[in-house]
């Protein structure tokens, strides 16, 4: 036999070995939002934390001793697309699926989540309907859009109950829902809103809502919405000499709300849950963030905690079954980046609510 001859059985035989062994054993999760349009901000919060999530799991051997691989789902927060994303993700095995952000994406892709047996545990979608209609995989770590509306409510009447109020909403299942609940708190506590209306997201001219604010003379204008309308707006009342003061909900923790609005978005006030780069446990986190030059802001570290959360579980009842995780998950509590956390009976976090925020130099703290 030559030398050539026996380099080829040699090969041959290798490449017969590698075909016989067992494949690394994998556990697939998913993190699914707006990775592109006009939300994709939030979209790279979600894929930052989910990320490094998943890096800081495997660098301690994994879950269950087997290294995760992380799926991203791109749903641009459309309904029909997120639809698609789930059962494309569902598809391909995955075990949990940490997300996704927007209400009006979450609650259709929960369906089929339900119906594939995948867990569910959004970061970010906070209208009640999520939760609210008996699907047992489904999770959340940030609040509701009831307790968030109780919030601003009553800091509202609090704050400006003396002044003119008005309340508008896009229209979606996060807007909408956030726009009703801060109104409803705004009606028991005696405060009538002088107007209470929709406006159609994407638009870039406000020209005409903006009119009418002046007509009414609304001091305060409450946006359930997203920070790429709100931004033009109040970039836009300024530009017409208008004080008018902007609230809104945690849709504008994104430092691009300050990109849009510049010095004008100075003084404009939202809700979101205690910031949790504050938080002391998460401090070593956060400053490996900031090493490789990215801020874990708004929804990137909820995304980490939400799979903190389910890999606990996990190592617990060392199972990925759904129905035990489901339990687990409903009796345990868990040490994550965003604090000590629970799950209700409806799948809702058992943590701190929220607090007010007040945008101020291009950042955005606790409003004194």
């Known amino acids: 036999m030559t030398k050539r001859t026996l380099g080829k059985v040699t090969a041959a035989v290798a490449i017969s070995f590698c075909l016989l062994q067992p494949a690394k054993a994998e556990i697939t999760i998913a993190t699914a939002g707006p990775m592109t349009g006009q939300y994709a901000s939030f979209?790279?919060?979600?894929?930052?934390?989910?990320?490094?999530?998943?890096?800081d799991l495997n660098a301690r051997g994994g879950v269950l001793g087997q290294q995760l691989r992380l799926e991203i789902g791109d749903d641009a927060c459309d309904p029909k697309q997120a639809v698609a994303v789930?059962?494309?993700?569902?598809?391909?095995?995955?075990?949990?699926?940490?997300g996704h952000f927007c209400s009006g994406s979450s609650i259709p892709a929960s369906?089929?989540?339900?119906?594939?047996?995948?867990?569910?545990?959004?970061?970010?979608?906070?209208?009640?309907?999520?939760?609210e209609r008996g699907l047992g995989n489904v999770f959340r770590v940030c609040g509701r859009d009831d307790q968030?509306?109780?919030?601003?409510?009553?800091?509202?009447?609090?704050r400006f109950g003396g002044k003119t109020i008005a309340v508008i909403h896009d229209k979606t299942a996060y807007g909408k829902g956030l726009a009703d609940e801060t109104s409803k708190t705004l009606r028991k506590r005696r405060v009538t809103p002088v107007l209470y209306e929709a406006y159609t997201a994407g638009e870039k001219d406000y020209t005409a809502l903006i009119t009418k604010l002046k007509v009414n003379r609304v001091d305060v204008l409450y946006v359930g919405g997203y920070h790429t309308e709100a931004g033009l707006m109040v970039r836009q009342m300024r530009d017409q000499g208008m004080k008018t003061i902007?609230?809104?909900?945690?849709?504008?923790?994104?430092?691009e709300f300050w990109s849009i609005t510049g010095k004008a978005g100075e003084g404009t006030m939202m809700t979101f849950s205690p910031d949790p780069r504050k938080n002391p446990i998460a401090a070593p986190l956060v400053a490996k963030f900031r090493k490789i030059g990215y801020e874990p802001e708004g929804y990137t570290l909820y995304t980490?905690?939400?799979?903190?959360?389910?890999?606990?579980?996990?190592?617990?009842?060392?199972?990925?079954?759904?129905?035990?995780?489901?339990?687990?998950?409903?009796?345990?509590?868990?040490?994550?980046?965003?604090?000590?956390i629970g799950f209700d009976k409806k799948g809702d976090v058992t943590a701190p609510g929220y607090v007010l925020y007040e945008w101020k130099n291009g950042k955005y703290d606790?409003?004194?």
């Open 43 to 55: 979209g790279e919060q979600m894929r930052r934390g989910a990320e490094m999530a998943v890096r």
């Open 86 to 98: 789930a059962n494309q993700l569902a598809g391909k095995g995955v075990k949990l699926v940490a």
């Open 111 to 131: 369906n089929v989540y339900a119906e594939e047996d995948v867990l569910q545990i959004s970061p970010a979608s906070t209208n009640p309907k999520l939760t």
């Open 148 to 158: 968030q509306g109780l919030v601003a409510g009553n800091f509202l009447a609090d």
């Open 246 to 255: 902007l609230v809104s909900g945690d849709a504008l923790v994104t430092d």
């Open 304 to 340: 980490y905690g939400a799979i903190q959360a389910w890999a606990q579980a996990v190592e617990k009842i060392k199972s990925t079954d759904t129905g035990k995780l489901i339990k687990a998950l409903k009796s345990m509590s868990f040490e994550t980046v965003i604090g000590k």
């Open 366 to 368: 606790y409003v004194k």
